[in-house]
């Protein structure tokens, strides 16, 4: 088959060029979100894993954070005593990533980007450092937190939501003031 | 019926669609405008936005993940 007749293919349109709806993209949420329970026994989370990732670097330059409040509940001490492919988060998340990958290389849409001021280099440091420390002491991003917490049905996913929304909408309009020049 | 370019490599969401929506609003009925985009969310709510505003929409794809939106100003 030619490349040509390929991309113009109504199948591979719809499954791999143009973007799913947001309906397929919530139920195949759910269903995921009942196959991580079912198979690890917790619910998605994407940053916990960061923090765990953080504190095997720092054993293995021998550090300890056996004292850390953060990882001294059981399950923070049970992530500890694993690794990489041992712990079902950060083998998901090594797997969002290639999975991200190899859907862009389907649909031929990879591409690297260019930065196009030191501004949106500063911004995206600041917002990550922000996020990741902001994410710790929530206890979860909106993953974790907002997503499995309503899944679960538990009150704090809806508090995280409205906190979240409140945070958005500053945000936003300090992007609109600073990148819209 | 005059073309305008507007360059949105490298932006990610929502800059794009709000540099758009700032922008046709300073074009006449008639003229078009040509959105450059290489972010995929924005592939998605620009041209919804568009539509949702009644303006004629097209996209092309113009490379691997880089893409012009045609919008014509109908109102």
Redesign the interface.
């Known amino acids: 088959m030619k490349l040509s007749s390929l991309s113009s293919n109504k199948h591979f349109q719809a499954w791999f060029k143009s973007?799913w709806t947001y309906v397929t993209g919530a139920i195949l949420l759910s269903i995921f979100q009942i196959a991580t329970i079912g198979s690890t026994g917790s619910s998605w989370g994407v940053t916990g894993p960061f923090a765990t990732w953080g504190a095997w670097v720092y054993q293995a330059f021998g550090g300890s954070v056996d004292h850390w409040y953060f990882f001294s509940t059981e399950g923070g001490q049970a992530s500890l005593e694993r690794s990489f492919f041992t712990d079902p988060a950060s083998v998901r998340n090594l797997g969002v990533i290639v999975g991200a990958l190899l859907a862009?290389l389907l649909a031929?849409?990879?591409?690297f980007?260019?930065?196009?001021n030191l501004r949106?280099v500063g911004a995206a440091v600041i917002g990550g450092l922000l996020m990741g420390y902001g994410a710790r002491v929530a206890f979860g991003c909106n993953i974790g937190a907002l997503y499995s917490g309503i899944s679960n049905l538990s009150v704090s996913g809806w508090v995280f939501a409205l906190f979240m929304f409140a945070g958005a909408f500053v945000g936003?309009k300090l992007?609109?003031r600073y990148?819209?020049a | 019926m005059a073309e305008y370019e507007l360059d949105c490599?490298?932006?990610a969401c929502?800059?794009p669609l709000?540099?758009t929506e700032?922008k046709l609003k300073e074009l006449e009925v008639g003229d078009t405008l040509i959105v450059i985009i290489?972010?995929?969310c924005a592939?998605?709510n620009v041209p919804e936005w568009a539509r949702k505003n009644n303006h004629e929409v097209e996209v092309e794809e113009i490379?691997?993940?880089?893409y012009e939106i045609f919008i014509d100003k109908t109102a």
């Open positions: 973007p862009t031929s849409q990879f591409k980007k260019k930065i196009k949106q936003s992007l609109v990148f819209m | 490599l490298g932006e929502p800059v709000v540099k700032n290489d972010h995929s592939l998605k490379g691997d993940g880089e």
